[in-house]
T-cell receptor, first 114, second 115 residues
Framework: AQTVTQSQPEMSVQEAETVTLSCTYD???????LFWYKQPPSRQMILVIR??????QNATENRFSVNFQKAAKSFSLKISDSQLGDTAMYFC???????????FGKGTRLHILP | DAGVIQSPRHEVTEMGQEVTLRCKPI?????LFWYRQTMMRGLELLIY????????DSGMPEDRFSAKMPNASFSTLKIQPSEPRDSAVYFC?????????????FGEGSRLTVL
């Protein structure tokens, strides 16, 4: 069975700093997708970034980028120039290529401090 | 376009009562998911449907939980009888299968409190 582990339950950084959230996963599949979702206090789940496992190039979306290490089964999220609006719970998620069942980690609560 | 619509947003009920949560997925999406979020267990996948057919219900905790999708635009999650440990936020999400790795679109969630 696939599992997703986020080892940092909570983090705090100062505004404008760079922060990295960790995620590891376990699977025997070779083709899959990885995601980071953001859940602000409003409770709405928002897709931040997506990575296809067959792509070696790390995905980037503006201030958000990932470090995908397939051999190590690691998928960290880097937020550059953090902003107060980045305060949220961040979930790492995994989906096999052969279906669309998405499994989530338990989340990292990120606080951006003014 | 309207997003995924869930109702009710909040529900407070007493132990033993039946609870029905409702979801309207995004038009054109053919996969629908029910998740439960708690502090202790995070986001758990309860069940998902593709083309209105349940594909995987291995996350449904016990027989007190049931889910249906009678048509492409409506799904329900029912708990009968409810227990205090069912208190959680229940999310419905939809996506378009055929684009593996496609984005999940979530509703705003239904917060259930069982007293």
């Amino acid at each position: 069975a696939q599992t997703v582990t986020q080892s940092q339950p909570e983090m705090s950084v100062q505004e404008a700093e760079t922060v990295t959230l960790s995620c590891t996963y376990d699977t025997s599949e070779s083709n899959y997708y990885l995601f980071w979702y953001k859940q602000p206090p409003s409770r709405q789940m928002i897709l931040v970034i997506r990575q296809e496992a067959y792509k070696q190039q790390n995905a980037t979306e503006n201030r958000f980028s990932v470090n995908f290490q397939k051999a190590a089964k690691s998928f960290s999220l880097k937020i550059s120039d953090s902003q107060l609006g980045d305060t949220a719970m961040y979930f790492c998620a995994f989906c096999m290529n052969r279906d669309d069942k998405i499994i989530f980690g338990k989340g990292t609560r990120l606080h951006i401090l003014p | 376009d309207a997003g995924v619509i869930q109702s009710p947003r909040h529900e407070v009920t007493e132990m033993g009562q039946e609870v029905t949560l409702r979801c309207k997925p995004i038009s054109g999406h053919n996969s629908l998911f029910w998740y439960r979020q708690t502090m202790m267990r995070g986001l758990e996948l309860l069940i998902y449907f593709n083309n209105n057919v349940p594909i995987d219900d291995s996350g449904m905790p016990e027989d007190r939980f049931s889910a249906k999708m009678p048509n492409a635009s409506f799904s329900t999650l029912k708990i009968q009888p409810s227990e205090p440990r069912d208190s959680a936020v229940y999310f419905c999400a939809s996506s378009f299968r055929g684009q593996f790795g496609g984005e999940l679109f979530f509703g705003e969630g239904s917060r259930l409190t069982v007293l």
